[in-house]
């Protein structure tokens, strides 16, 4: 079975524009959590969705949204850039169950300039 | 604040040495609980996880955990390690019903010295 895939896996930025992260879930994995791994703030949870809904969100600015579409992949948008949004971007994906354990894609590395 | 500790941040061990690294959480309700690892180059890889029943699990690569409801704690072991153990390990945990919702530790760089 195919793993977690991020697009794109590398980008380069500059202050002010906005940016589009793509995941693609394991297949039939219904949950896509997206988190932050910064080397100053460790990894941080960003937002969760389910069924094209939001169910979980940690606690970022507006400026980070993100939505899931009905065949699970979703994407995660960044607008008006930061320099602190520099970071690696990561996508988790599981299936909904008592036991949800959740399996994490490479990741997006992104570089604000 | 819900919030996850590892009081190791690099371990330095030579080949076939013990290993234990301490993860200790916060708040005393339901909590789930993983080892994940992060080989260099390579993307976060659950290691093992605990949902309930037997405290002490077994998880990938040899490595075991012992989950200790009274002093919060999940720590990670394993009787004798590698070169290829070298990589960053990150304890983490969800709570409640938040499930998807993990909280990491800082993480530990383990370097093992061949």
């Known amino acids: 079975k195919a793993g977690v895939t991020q697009t794109p896996r590398y980008l380069i930025k500059t202050r002010g524009q906005q940016v589009t992260l793509s995941c693609s879930p394991i297949?039939?994995?219904?949950?896509v959590s997206w988190y932050q791994q910064t080397p100053g703030q460790g990894l941080q949870f960003l937002f969760e969705?389910?069924?094209?809904?939001?169910?979980n969100k940690g606690n970022f600015p507006g400026r980070f949204s993100g939505r899931q579409f009905s065949n699970s992949r979703s994407e995660m948008n960044v607008s008006t850039l930061e320099l602190g949004d520099s970071a690696l971007y990561l996508c988790?994906?599981?299936?909904?169950?008592?036991?949800?354990?959740?399996?994490f894609g490479p990741g997006t590395r992104l570089l604000v300039l | 604040a819900q919030s996850v500790s590892q009081h190791n941040h690099h371990v330095i061990l030579s080949e076939a040495a013990s290993l234990e690294l301490g993860c200790n959480y916060s708040y005393g309700g339901t909590v789930n609980l993983f080892w994940y690892v992060q080989y260099p180059g390579q993307h976060l890889q659950l290691l093992l996880k605990?949902?309930?029943?037997?405290?002490l699990v077994k998880g990938i690569k040899g490595f075991e955990a012992e989950f200790i409801k009274s002093k919060f704690s999940f720590n990670l072991r394993k009787p004798s390690v590698q070169w290829s153990d070298t990589a960053e390990y990150f304890c983490?945990?969800?709570?409640?019903?938040?499930?998807?919702?993990?909280?990491f530790g800082t993480g530990t760089l383990l370097a093992v010295q061949p």
């Open positions: 988790a994906s599981s299936f909904p169950g008592r036991m949800e354990t959740q399996y």
């Open positions: 969705y389910f069924s094209e809904t939001q169910r």
């Open positions: 983490a945990v969800t709570y409640g019903g938040a499930t998807n919702k993990l909280i």
């Open positions: 297949s039939g994995h219904r949950s």
């Open positions: 605990y949902f309930s029943g037997d405290p």
